[in-house]
Structure formats: structure tokens, C-alpha cells
């Protein structure tokens, strides 16, 4: 089965991310062929760990830090002062990232990544499109000014063979990598013939390379011909995948139909995760980001903070200011290290399952504390010239120290807390409007279960009407989950809750009774000729007559237009003369009362008898 547009479109646009992450991968080689006239692997292996290393930690400091600040800045940034912050973060980060050793766009693209985690993404979006396409102008005008026309001519054998190349690799390996994730033949074929262009990180990087003396300068106008000819071959690709996938289907051998039948079919099994699994990677996974951070704390205060201290303070106190601050700035992060997935389901299972389990988890501990050890011994060892007994014994108490404090725990509680509330604000918010289903509703699948979305028209008859009157768990079997009013959310409302013109509920029910349901509300919403008859206003007048019960009463006491759902607009009490009525005054005999209202409403006021033409 293939998948649906939105499915399809996230699965190609995950493809180009990956892509062009492995081409600022590649612009850190070239700087390091640059800079390296004996280029080797251990070069390119530390320097892609250099690039790695600081991924994560702007990546991490900045899903922290930059939401933060614009949640608090958000009453006193207008648009325009929003707009020049965003600038301002990514024009920053550009000049972090040269100076660190790598290129303005692997810095601009780390803080574009983090500014799209955040709340204000959309407004960021909309306003920075302006200035992308201006720059996106000028960008492509330049690239087009470098161009020489003859050395294309002259290459022109290159370009094709170039182009036939990318293209047909290009759709081979994007079809194969895609296939190896599970995915059915149809949907990997889709997807590797829709990736068979380069785009403008390939300018980028032929540039790159000519700058730097790494490539040769006839490569850049081949690469700017082979990215226009596989953009505009991209779309006839596209529509040769179906065609593509039918020949291929036909032409395969039984045996490996069957074979690709069963890998994809038995993918999710395959990446079932075990307990061992889960915690290694979990742990592995926290390790290696608190480390990175605690690393990059350290870093900054042997840099900055024990200069500062040291000429600030006489003797040894200086170091000793700078080694407390330090050590309680990673403590949080050290903490973690050695604590977290200790008490979790996976841990605590493997544990209990088997005895042969408890001395690698027992493993798992003792190496994380003895990082963390190495970390708080680092700092003591480069700030004291004392034995290394000293420092070991030091590093000991403070480690013990950290994991007893009940408020270092916190701390660290409420660190981790925050950068998961940052890095998925977004999603909260898509699903608090109703722009994405809760999370829950995945797993109300495995019971037949769904949860559905619905609008309800202006002109449905079930707009008014409260969720008790209305009987929808008793009528069609389904059970409101949420009702979602613009802005506003009301989640399991109750009885009394009414419903509004263009109200979105969320219901949860089978397929069955989501059918009947939504029938339902389409039947409600149609109008029929006699309803619209009905719901006629008329204009009529009538006379207060002895025996009225209105006779004597004021308008307050008749209750005309709470119990009658009709209006008086004004009362004739001499000839030719209508006065506004008083809410306080009595209706007298011989007055002739002007009502407004349904013909059905104004007939049981008046009664037929007392009607006048």
C-alpha cells in the first residue's frame, strides 16, 4: 500500500534534509583538504567530529535558550523587531560558525533548524520571505554572472555525461535507500525518481571547492549546467515513476516480489527495539549530549572565567572561585549522566527478568560515574598543582555530593524539562489548534478506534444546542473528545457545553459510527422548504381586548419576548399615533399592539381573533 500525499511529501522532504546535511558534511572536508596539503582520514575523522560536536551543542543550547527568549520578548517585538532579531540570530550564528572553522551556510542552516522549533515560526517565515527572495535574486543573478557560456560549449560532453550520471544515480540508490527503510516498491521508486536534481548547495559547495584551491575552476560552470538541466528534468521524472514501477513490477522474478514482500511487510518487526536496545541508546544518547555540553562549559571557563578570576583575586583563591563556578555549572549535566534511565521501565525490568542481567547494568552505572569523575578531576587537576590521590579523593566527595542533592536534582529536572517543552512548543500548539491529531490517537488504532475531526456549519440545526440535548453518545455512539472554538480549546467538555457556528469536535468512535455520525451532521445542516417557511418573520398588529390576558399587565409581566420569542415594536393607543412601548406601563383595552415575530410565534400571542389586517 502506498502512502498518502502528506506521508510522501515528509518522506521526501526528510530525504533533502539528509542531503543537505551530508553537504555541509562535505564542505568540512573540503576546508580541511584546504587547510591539509597530506589530506588523510584521521583529519577527515576529526573533522567530522569537530562538526558533530558542535551540531549538537548549538543545537541543544539553542533549542534552550531561543524559544525562552522569544516567549518572554514576545509582547515587546512588533513585526519588524521580530524580523531584525531573526536576522540578527542567524547573521550571529554565521559569525560563530566561521569562526569556529566552518562556512556562513552550515551556520545559518543550524540557526534556521532551531528557529523552526519554535512558536513563532510561522510569523519568522512570513516575515523573512521577503528578504529570502530578494537575496534568493541576487544569489541566482551572481551565480549566473560566473557563468561563461563558451566553457560550457566547450563541456559540453562533461554536462551530459554529468547529468546522466545524477540522474540515474540519483533515482538508483534514492530508490534503493528508501526501499531498504521498508517502504513498498511503488513508494521507493516514487521517491528516488523525485530526487534527481542538485540544488543550490551544489553551487555552494563547486564554489567552495574553487576558492579554495581544492577543485578546478572549469567544475563550477558544469555544476550550475547539470543543476539547470536536472531541475527542469525533475517534474518529467516525476511523472515516469508510475510508468517506472508497472515495468519493473512486471519484469521482476516471482521470488524476489515475494522477497520485497516480506521485508517490507516485516520492517516494523525488524526495528522493533529491545529493552537492551532502548536503555543502550537512551543512555548513549544522554551521555553523549550532556557531555558535549559539559565539555563546551569547561571549555568557556578556562578560556574566560579563570583568566578573569585569577587576575580579580590574589593567590589561591582566584582558581578556586573559577573551579566552584565551574563545577556548578556542569553539576546538572553531570548529574544526569550518572542518574538518568536508572530507575526507567527498561532498566528496572532487565533487572527483575534475570540475574545475569544486573552486572552489565551494574556496567552501565559505574562507567557513567567514572565520566563523571574524569570530568570534576579534569577541572580540579588543570587548576591545582596537588597529587593525583588529592584530586581523585576531591572528585569523589564533590560526585557524591551531587547525587544526594535534592536540589541539584531538580535543577536538572527542570533543564531537561524545558528543552522538551522548546523543542516540541510547535507540535503543542498545532495540536491544541487542531492542526494535528494528540498523540494518543495512535494508539487508539490497536482497538479499532479513531479520532476524527469535524466542522460544524453556520446553518446546522445543532448549532445552539447543549452536548446533553444533542445525545451524540447515545444516538450514534460516539464520544466528544474536544471542541476546538478559533483560538480556544475545551477539552471533554461537559453536558452543558453548547455548540457554536463552525465549532470543530474531535469525536472518537469506530469507522461504523464515524459513518453514521458525519451523515448525520450533514442531514442537520441541510435546510428543508419548510423550516425556511417557518422561520419567516411577520409584521402584525392586534388588539388588547377585555378579555386579553395582556390586558392590564405591563410588557415586563407578559413576558412577550421571553416565552413568545416575539418583539413589540410599538403600541397605538390614539389614531395614527405609534409610541415605543414602556416596559413599565400597562397595556389598556383598545390598544393596538405591533408585534414582530414567526407567524406560528404571533398566533399564539394574539390568536387569530384579535388579529388586524
Not at 110 to 134: C, Q, Y
Not at 177 to 197: E, H, P, R
Not at 294 to 307: G, K, T, W
Not at 568 to 584: Q, W
Request: with cysteine; aromatic share 8%.
Amino acid at each position: 500500500m502506498g502512502l498518502g500525499k502528506k506521508q510522501f511529501a515528509s518522506l521526501v522532504l526528510s530525504v533533502l534534509i539528509l542531503e543537505d546535511i551530508l553537504a555541509i558534511v562535505l564542505m568540512v572536508m573540503l576546508s580541511t583538504m584546504a587547510v591539509s596539503h597530506n589530506f588523510e582520514g584521521t583529519e577527515m575523522l576529526a573533522s567530522i567530529a569537530k562538526l558533530l560536536f558542535f551540531l549538537i551543542l548549538w543545537f541543544v543550547v539553542g533549542i534552550y535558550l531561543i524559544p525562552v527568549l522569544l516567549k518572554k520578548c514576545r509582547r515587546l517585538m512588533g513585526d519588524e523587531t521580530l524580523l531584525i532579531v531573526a536576522l540578527g540570530l542567524c547573521f550571529g550564528m554565521v559569525v560563530v560558525a566561521a569562526h569556529t572553522g566552518f562556512s556562513a551556510a552550515f551556520g545559518a542552516f543550524i540557526m534556521g533548524s532551531i528557529l523552526a522549533e519554535t512558536v513563532e515560526a510561522e510569523n519568522i517565515h512570513r516575515l523573512v520571505s521577503p528578504v529570502k527572495d530578494l537575496f534568493g535574486a541576487i544569489f541566482f543573478v551572481s551565480v549566473g554572472m560566473m557563468v561563461d557560456p563558451a566553457m560550457i560549449a566547450e563541456y559540453a560532453w562533461p554536462i551530459v555525461a554529468i547529468t546522466l550520471a545524477v540522474i540515474g544515480g540519483q533515482a538508483m540508490f534514492g530508490t534503493l535507500g528508501v526501499l531498504l527503510s521498508g517502504q513498498s516498491l511503488k513508494t521507493a521508486i516514487q521517491c528516488g525518481f523525485s530526487l534527481t536534481q542538485i540544488g543550490e548547495f551544489a553551487f555552494i559547495i563547486a564554489s567552495l571547492g574553487v576558492s579554495l584551491g581544492v577543485t578546478s575552476s572549469f567544475l563550477y560552470p558544469i555544476v550550475v549546467a547539470v543543476s539547470v538541466i536536472t531541475t527542469f528534468l525533475t517534474p518529467y521524472m516525476i511523472r515516469l515513476a508510475d510508468p517506472a514501477w508497472r515495468f519493473v513490477d512486471a519484469h521482476l522474478p516471482a521470488r524476489t516480489r515475494s522477497f520485497l514482500g516480506r521485508y517490507t511487510s516485516s520492517a516494523p518487526t525488524v526495528n522493533h527495539q529491545s529493552l537492551w536496545r532502548k536503555l543502550i541508546v537512551a543512555l548513549v544518547r544522554i551521555t553523549v549530549v550532556y557531555s558535549i555540553v559539559s565539555i563546551a562549559v569547561v571549555a568557556l571557563s578556562f578560556r574566560l572565567l579563570v583568566p578573569l578570576c585569577r587576575a580579580s583575586l590574589p593567590g589561591v583563591w582566584g582558581s578556586l572561585v573559577a573551579a566552584a563556578v565551574t563545577i556548578l555549572c556542569i553539576a546538572p549535566f553531570l548529574r544526569a549522566i550518572m542518574i538518568k534511565k536508572n530507575h526507567s521501565v527498561e532498566f528496572e525490568t532487565l533487572w527483575k527478568e534475570n540475574r545475569s542481567h544486573r552486572a552489565p547494568l551494574v556496567a552501565t552505572i559505574v562507567l557513567r560515574l567514572l565520566l563523571a569523575v574524569s570530568f570534576v578531576m579534569f577541572v580540579i587537576g588543570g587548576l591545582f598543582d596537588i597529587s593525583v590521590g588529592l584530586v581523585l579523593g576531591a572528585a569523589l566527595i564533590i560526585v557524591t555530593l551531587m547525587i544526594l542533592s535534592r536540589r541539584l536534582k531538580r535543577q536538572s529536572i527542570l533543564i531537561e524539562r524545558t528543552f522538551f517543552q522548546n523543542l516540541r512548543s510547535r507540535d503543542a500548539r498545532a495540536e491544541y489548534l487542531g492542526e494535528k491529531k494528540p498523540a494518543y490517537a495512535g494508539r487508539l488504532l490497536s482497538r479499532d478506534m479513531h479520532l476524527a475531526d469535524y466542522d460544524v456549519p453556520a446553518e446546522s440545526e445543532w448549532v445552539g444546542q447543549t452536548l446533553g440535548q444533542l445525545r451524540f453518545g447515545s444516538l450514534y455512539g460516539v464520544h466528544v473528545a474536544s471542541i476546538l472554538r478559533g483560538h480556544k480549546r475545551i477539552n471533554i467538555p461537559g453536558a452543558d457545553e453548547r455548540i457554536y457556528a463552525h465549532d470543530k469536535i474531535q469525536v472518537i468512535a469506530t469507522d461504523d459510527e464515524l459513518l453514521y455520525f458525519g451523515q448525520a451532521l450533514q442531514r442537520a445542516a441541510v435546510l428543508d422548504d419548510d423550516i425556511v417557511e417557518k422561520s419567516e418573520m411577520v409584521l402584525r398588529r392586534f388588539l388588547i381586548t377585555a378579555g386579553s390576558p395582556f390586558c392590564g399587565q405591563t410588557l415586563q409581566q407578559a413576558g412577550i419576548r421571553q416565552h413568545y420569542r416575539c418583539l413589540i415594536v410599538g403600541v397605538e393607543r390614539t389614531a395614527d399615533t405609534l409610541c415605543a412601548p414602556n416596559p413599565s406601563e400597562p397595556f389598556h383595552e383598545g390598544d393596538v399592539v405591533w408585534i414582530v415575530g414567526q407567524e406560528s410565534d404571533v398566533l399564539r400571542v394574539a390568536g387569530e381573533e384579535q388579529l388586524l389586517n
